[in-house]
């Protein structure tokens, strides 16, 4: 009985110790979420500006290989 009620407290000081770290991570997410909603103009701006959306016809197939290989060279040398 004395084995749990020692293993009891130990946990619920642990948990206490660790709801700030858990408080303050949850604080920094909401901030960076909020910036990210501030701003998505931006983004969308940015990646218009890069010259890769075109307009595109179903109908259209002379092009095609040419747009193809325009996809794989833009997407070949980004690295996650």
Known sequence: MLRDFVRLSLSLVLLLLALPFLAI???????????????????RRRRAETGMRQST????????????????????????
Request: with cysteine; aromatic share 16%; net charge positive.
């Open 25 to 43: 991570s949850f604080t920094v997410a909401l901030l960076c979420a909020a910036v990210a909603a501030l701003f998505p103009r931006y983004r």
């Open 57 to 80: 016809n179903e109908f259209s197939f002379e092009n095609a290989l040419a747009a193809y290989e325009q996809l794989i060279g833009a997407h070949a040398w980004r690295r996650p």
